[in-house]
């Protein structure tokens, strides 16, 4: 059987892609090519995207200004902690939520809901002043805890498990068990493409966390990327060259996750009914 | 050893010491990150060996980033002992009484004498005749120039009795469109506006700041002045055909002729500058006028251990190993009187006229602060951002500013 | 499903929302409360705090600073929303034609939203440098003189609302792409009979088909895009001239910068009474939908 040729309608639709994905990659690939620019190479018209003398000083001076690889080692335990206790606890609140009927349960959902709507800027004294009194500051626990929990993930687990058919746990229920022995038996199974859906949000929610890590923590050896970033913007606000080589390092490894998981994230997201 | 390592190997000493019968003294700083803790750390080493029952931590936080933290932590309860403030936070935090008066501590404290410090910076650092801060640094703002730039246009290097005629004449010869070299530059902002009026007589509010004369006749000739080296006279780059490099990195590429800007620079330029400079009296209209910045230290009203956060900020501040460590790197310039502490700065080469910076702190001037600063800046710098881009008149623009600073004055 | 014993069910609700009940009330609710709280007073965070009671709520309305701020977010809003959406339809209906590579495009078109907001906004400071930076390059070559973009405030709203469609692009599509996996092909292939245009099938069929992602994804969208503020945070610092100055950039200098933390805590409770409002009418409208679907 001949393959079909490319119809008008495709070729159309490949060079709409082509150049999305043009827009979307280049300032990727000119972030790493400043990043590796002397200060001349930078400023000349027109650009250079193969820099003429490449250079690994930017990077040197990175390094000699923030421990970059402690605030990405510190970047990444706080993420993962957190995501895997966010979709934890999500799941649960948002399994009891849509299947069990309980006292005060539509005034707490709403409850939950009206955190988004506060902008974060002005919760941070309250939260500041509670993690202290803990006696948590500068701590991991303060870092994790309250990327952990979250009103936006309960409500797209509630969704979920509301759409979900009863008809397998009706089985259990008739053999007795529980509810919280069926959520973790069969509804943490079944909620699994949501879950790995909440999971990207919750990572990339605590990764890209600016405001709370700069607050509470007080020295460098909880300081995480993006406050890395923050202080060398501070210090090289005009020095394009650092500042391209901090958002390399920032950026590389989180991209590196994403190319190697990117199937089953977006699998994730795609069915997991979101909508 | 890389900061990292030193960070980490300060960190588990401290977590290492014997804590039982010491005292630790909590310090934040924005001076010293991302720059300078390896000076701090080597400060607070002499200082631990000098008083081995106080430990010293610190905390840090880009400039940008710092009063936010601060403020958080102090209004959490949380305050560090002992604090960096600038200048024109050091009033608001002052008159809101959340510093300690150090007076009691330094008269019970026989062998100290204040007259180690410059005194009209010390002066800085006190309120209706409390001293509620130690001063730690200081630093202000010159004329820097490009010798080789002159020469080729051959024209006199600046001089003291320069003013503000001679240099536009001097800018308009040594403004090249060709290389892209401008003759002049400052920036057109709020700290720059300041001083510039007070080069033309002009000042923000009258004398005990009860009313506003932004839009006075001399301000707006002033602000005048700086817009038109832009747009009318073109020997300054606009922000466009700056095109987000730093007024210093086109100083360093040999492309802006005079430079006003920080003597902070000192390091960078000697560095990294390939050619000849120098640094000059800035020239003024019908005053001269310098810009005078201090950073000073001080203790919590709340912090429990005041007697030991009030010896770390005076070994910071005035023993001759924390100057030294402080001149060595170039970690701004200590207001200490003793010639023998300030020679060291002198003795540095570039550049060579070093004595200017003393020079220009007879004609300082202080920020104009009052209680609300940062609303204070923000109008005015809007305002004088609306005058830069040709949106308003110089005029419009200051009785605009006068109008939104009346109310929170 | 009501089988289990009144007994059962609190111990299960204890054991499945406890954790996230205590976790949700003290690092969210509680905070929350307190900053109800502090909007009824003066509070500079250095010195006592003293109760003022609405006097907050009545100078912010009457602020044109506060004015100015949510002018400038419904200018990002009107900007950035219908851009995003109609951009992540627009490829999400291109990716879902079965082509080869459609996994690679879907995979590219989300590397921007993993990337952080902080490196983002460095990234973009620098592409939308008006003399040197990759955007006027690309318009020069098509013969146009770029713009100042950040440095000019007629541009620099432009300028943050390019850089959060870019950014964001990504992530409507995928969800586009969720729901159109929800509609069955026979329909389209129904209206292909019916002899319905490729623009026909999408306006009759596809797009109503669509309404419940449509409203999900504007929902959202406009919660965050109320609240936008990193981005603005590194790239202009709300300026120039105040030009991107938006509502939570407002809130975080009075908060933080003036000292004022009961005044930006009461315009934070009035931009709340702002999402709240339009997420309710969202929520009306679709109902009204679902019921008209079934």
């Known amino acids: ?151 936006f993930g309960t409500f797209l687990l509630r969704q979920f498990f509301l759409r979900l ?73 005009t020095d394009w060259n650092v500042l391209m080589a901090g958002a390399v390092i920032g950026t590389l490894p989180i991209l590196a996750v994403y190319v190697f998981a990117q199937k089953y994230i977006i699998q994730g997201l795609a069915t997991t009914g979101l909508k | 050893m890389t900061k990292l390592t030193t960070t980490l190997a300060a960190l588990l000493l401290l977590g290492t010491s014997p804590v039982a019968a010491e005292t630790t003294v909590r310090y934040m700083t924005f001076s010293a990150a991302p720059d300078y803790l390896d000076e701090l750390d080597a400060t607070i080493a002499a200082f631990e060996a000098a008083h081995p029952d106080i430990d010293v931590s610190y905390e840090t936080a880009s400039f940008n980033d710092y009063f936010t933290k601060l403020q958080t932590v102090i209004a959490a309860g949380q305050a560090p002992d002992a604090f960096e403030l600038n200048y024109e936070n050091f009033v608001s935090f002052a008159s809101k009484g959340a510093l300690a008066d150090l007076g009691p501590l330094m008269a019970a404290d026989s062998g100290f004498s204040t007259a180690i410090y410059n005194p009209t910076a010390l002066a800085a650092f006190s309120q209706a005749g409390k001293q509620y801060g130690l001063v730690e640094s200081f630093s202000n703002v010159v004329l820097f120039y490009n010798k080789d730039l002159f020469d080729k246009a051959g024209v006199a290097y600046p001089s003291a009795d320069w003013t503000w005629k001679e240099e536009l004449e001097a800018a308009q010869k040594l403004t090249d469109a060709a290389s892209g070299a401008w003759g002049s530059f400052a920036p057109i902002q709020f700290w720059e506006f300041y001083k510039t009026i007070a080069q033309n007589g002009g000042a923000m509010f009258n004398a005990d700041k009860t009313e506003v004369t932004l839009d006075s006749p001399a301000n707006v000739e002033a602000l005048q002045w700086m817009v038109d080296k832009v747009a009318r006279y073109r020997v300054t780059p606009s922000d466009a055909e700056m095109a987000g490099q730093g007024d210093g990195d086109l100083f360093k590429a040999g492309r802006i002729a005079m430079l006003r800007t920080g003597i902070w620079m000192f390091g960078d330029f000697s560095a990294n500058a390939k050619f000849n400079w120098d640094i000059a009296l800035e020239p003024g209209n019908t005053a001269k006028a310098h ?98 881009l040709g949106q308003k008149t110089p005029q419009q623009a200051l009785s605009d500013a006068a109008a939104a600073v009346r109310p929170i004055l | 499903m009501e089988a289990v014993s009144g007994r059962g069910r609190l111990i299960a609700v204890l054991v499945l929302v ?37 006097a907050n709520y009545a100078n912010a309305l009457a602020d044109p600073a506060v004015q100015q701020a949510l002018g400038n977010t419904v200018t990002f809003i009107a900007g950035y929303l219908p851009t995003v959406v109609a951009l992540g339809l627009g490829l999400a209906l291109l990716l879902n034609r079965r082509l080869k590579g459609r996994t690679f495009f879907r995979a590219v078109y989300f590397v921007p939203v993993v990337t952080s907001w902080v490196a983002v906004s460095l990234i973009w400071k620098w592409l939308l440098n008006p003399q040197y930076g990759l955007v006027n390059y690309a318009l020069s070559l098509i013969g146009i003189q770029g713009p100042g973009w950040l440095f000019d405030p007629a541009w620099a709203m432009a300028g943050v609302v ?20 929800d509609i069955p092909e026979s329909l389209g292939e129904a209206a292909a009979l019916d002899g319905a245009t490729t623009w026909q099938k999408f306006r009759f069929v596809i797009f109503p088909m669509l309404a419940p992602t449509t409203i999900f994804v504007t929902t959202i969208s406009l919660i965050s895009s109320f609240q936008v503020f990193d981005q603005v945070f590194i790239m202009t610092g709300g300026g120039p001239v105040g030009a991107t100055t938006t509502m939570v950039q407002l809130i975080y200098r009075n908060a933080f910068s003036y000292s004022a933390m009961g005044y930006a805590s009461a315009i934070s409770w009035i931009l709340f009474a702002l999402i709240f409002t339009v997420t309710l009418v969202q929520n009306l409208l679709q109902k009204r939908l679902d019921r008209s679907d079934g």
């Open chain 3, 18 to 54: 406890g954790p996230s009940l205590v976790g949700m009330t003290a690092f969210y609710i509680l905070p929350v409360l307190s900053s109800l709280v502090v909007s009824f007073a003066k509070w500079d965070l250095l010195s006592p705090i003293r109760w003022i009671g609405l």
């Open chain 3, 162 to 181: 390019l850089t959060s469609v870019w950014k964001d692009v990504g992530f409507v599509t995928v969800i586009y792409l969720a729901g159109l996996q």
């Open chain 1, 1 to 151: 059987m001949a393959r079909p040729a490319l119809r008008p309608a495709d070729v159309a639709t490949y060079a709409v892609l082509a150049a999305g994905a043009l827009v979307m990659l280049l300032p990727f690939v000119w972030m790493v090519s400043t990043s590796f620019k002397t200060g001349e190479a930078t400023f000349v018209t027109p650009p250079q995207f193969i820099p003429a003398n490449p250079t690994t000083d930017n990077y040197a001076r990175v390094f000699s200004t923030v421990p970059m690889g402690q605030f990405f080692v510190n970047s990444l335990f706080v993420s993962v902690t957190s995501t895997a206790l966010m979709v934890l606890n999500c799941a649960m609140a948002g399994y009891a939520f849509a299947r069990i009927r309980f006292p005060g349960r539509e005034i707490l959902f709403y409850a939950y809901l009206a955190t988004l709507m506060i902008p974060q800027q002005v919760t941070l004294v309250p939260l500041f002043a509670l993690m202290t009194w803990l006696g948590w500051g500068n701590t991991y626990q303060a870092l994790i805890l309250p990327a952990s929990f979250g009103a």
């Open chain 1, 165 to 237: 058919p009863r008809e397998v746990e009706e089985a259990a229920f008739i053999d007795g068990a529980g509810y919280v022995r069926i959520f973790f038996s069969i509804g943490l199974q079944l909620a699994r493409p949501a879950l790995a859906t909440l999971a990207v949000f919750a990572f990339m929610a605590s990764w890209n966390s600016f405001l709370w890590p700069l607050i509470i923590t007080s020295n460098q050896s909880m300081m995480t990327l993006p406050v890395g970033l923050s202080f060398l913007n501070g210090r090289y606000a």
């Open chain 2, 291 to 388: 810009h005078f910045f201090a950073n000073g230290v001080a203790v919590s009203a709340n912090s429990a251990n005041q007697q030991a956060a009030y010896e770390w900020l005076k070994f910071l501040t005035s023993s001759k190993e924390a100057v030294e460590i402080r001149i060595k790197a170039g970690w701004e310039l200590p207001a200490v009187t003793d010639a023998s502490y300030v020679q060291g700065y002198l003795d540095q080469p570039a550049p060579e006229s070093r004595e200017v910076v003393f020079q220009a702190l007879d004609t300082a001037v202080t920020p104009p602060v009052i209680n609300n600063w940062n609303q204070l800046t923000d109008i005015v710098g809007k305002e004088l951002e609306a005058a830069k």
